[in-house]
């Protein structure tokens, strides 16, 4: 099957810094991504959805300047947090979406700790 | 507005059988999916429906009645493993994926 990666798994950051996650998919071409986010014994909330080339479309709340996703290639999406506070601290999950499946394939997760 | 609803926590014995239901309220209809998440894990793929009937893959089975807005997946011969979070999901007319906040399933021995 379809396989997509994240790197960092896990990251531990300052309040104050960025951290860049990237997400990307092996062995097929993604046109759109997906960006969730999950706390903790809550379900997945969706946060963006970026089509390779184009800007990504946030859900409402969302702060489109404080997590930029940049979707550059059909492989690669890569979100960044900015400015990074203690309360964005959870679990970011990606996933993709090739042009013929009708699944999402999703990524094992990054795990973001502000202290 | 739109709603997916499933319990919150289900508790059940290893070896029996188990069903989750899934109802839901979209704006659209073009697929149901299940996912299971173990704790700490992304969700992995369990199954799709888009038409009403049961599509069966090993223990699992999942079910679909498009006009009725409810789904259930059927686990069978329960094993420790299946302890986890089973994630009910539809996609709407946008081909936007709808989440249910998941059931919590224990397995006891």
């Known amino acids: 099957g379809a396989v997509v990666s994240q790197h960092p798994s896990w990251v531990i950051c300052k309040s104050g810094t960025s951290v860049k996650i990237e997400c990307r998919s092996l062995?097929?071409?993604?046109?759109?991504m997906f960006w969730y986010r999950q706390f903790p014994k809550q379900s997945l909330m969706l946060m963006a959805t970026s089509n390779e080339g184009s800007k990504a479309t946030y859900e409402q709340g969302v702060e489109k300047d404080k997590f930029l996703i940049n979707h550059a290639s059909l492989t690669l999406s890569t979100l960044t947090v900015t400015s990074a506070h203690p309360e964005d601290s959870s679990f970011y999950i990606c996933s993709a979406r090739g042009r013929a499946d009708y699944e999402q394939y999703f990524g094992p997760g990054t795990r973001l700790t502000v202290t | 507005g739109q709603n997916i609803d499933q319990p919150t926590e289900m508790t059940a014995t290893e070896g029996a059988i188990v069903q989750i239901n899934c109802t839901y309220q979209t704006s659209g209809f073009n697929g149901l999916f299940w996912y299971q998440q173990h704790a700490g894990e992304a969700p992995t793929f369990l199954s799709y429906?888009?038409l009403d009937g049961l599509e069966e893959k090993g223990r699992f089975s999942s079910f679909l009645s498009r006009s009725k807005g409810y789904s259930y997946l059927l686990l069978k011969e329960l094993q420790m493993k299946d302890s986890a979070s089973y994630l009910c999901?539809?996609?709407?007319?946008?081909?936007?994926?709808?989440w249910g906040a998941g059931t919590k399933l224990i397995i006891k021995p």
């Open positions: 999901a539809v996609r709407d007319s946008n081909y936007q994926l709808i």
């Open positions: 429906n888009v």
């Open positions: 062995d097929f071409q993604a046109t759109t």
